[in-house]
């Protein structure tokens, strides 16, 4: 069956550096693959969505890219901030119109 | 852009009651989808409604569990009845009319049964 492997550890970076989020999939080939910021008691807000023929988009300070051979998306924060902590879900479509989600990684920037 | 609306945003219930819970879509947006989301199983698609009808109940977790859309700006997720492991936070969410739009999420309700 389709998988979703995020980094179920939380990632602590210090502000100003970039923080490297990864997205791993397994049994299957989706054909985008969105990224989404879930803040505490609220609803997942859209960010990024990367197709399989591009390598890299860019959104402001973030980046996503998508290596369709090692079956991964690598999501970065630039020049991160304290603002930035979150929790970042990796969310490829699961055939028809359906769309899941990874368990997420939580970010925390310290300032 | 109102954005999608849940209600109510908390709602605690004793085992064996009904459990009605509310959806706002954005307007025009064609599909509608409920998730729920615990700790142990992140974001899971429950059911999912094109054009007010539904298209995929799969991930209904069982008979319990009943989803309406009477028109293209309400639907409702029903629990009937109600027992503690269906606590968790239930979202639903709206998107245009194309295979990769993005959705977008109301603030949820969170459902505590004891």
């Known amino acids: 069956s389709q998988k979703i492997e995020q980094n179920s550890e939380a990632l602590n970076i210090q502000e100003g550096k970039t923080a490297t989020l990864t997205c791993n999939y397994t049994n299957y080939s989706p054909a985008y693959l969105q990224w989404y910021r879930q803040d505490p008691g609220r609803g997942p807000v859209f960010l990024l969505l990367?197709?399989?023929?591009?390598k890299e988009k860019r959104k402001e300070r973030l980046k996503v890219t998508f290596d369709t051979t090692l079956k991964q998306s690598l999501f970065h924060i630039t020049a991160s901030q304290p603002a930035d902590s979150a929790t970042y879900l990796c969310?490829?479509?699961?055939?028809?119109?359906?769309?899941?989600f990874g368990a997420g990684t939580r970010l925390f920037v310290k300032a | 852009d109102a954005g999608v609306i849940q209600s109510p945003r908390h709602e605690v219930t004793e085992m064996g009651q009904e459990v009605t819970l509310r959806c706002k879509p954005i307007s025009g947006h064609d599909y509608l989808f409920w998730y729920r989301q615990t700790m142990m199983r992140g974001l899971e698609l429950l059911i999912y409604f094109n054009n007010n009808v539904p298209i995929d109940d799969s991930g209904m977790p069982e008979d319990r569990f009943s989803a309406k859309m009477p028109n293209a700006s309400f639907s409702t997720l029903k629990i009937q009845p109600s027992e503690p492991r269906d606590s968790a936070v239930y979202f639903c969410?709206?998107?245009?009319?194309?295979?990769?739009?993005?959705?977008?999420f109301g603030n949820g309700t969170r459902l505590t049964v004891t």
């Open positions: 969410a709206s998107s245009a009319g194309t295979g990769n739009s993005p959705l977008h």
């Open positions: 969310a490829p479509p699961a055939g028809g119109f359906k769309t899941i």
């Open positions: 990367i197709r399989e023929n591009e």
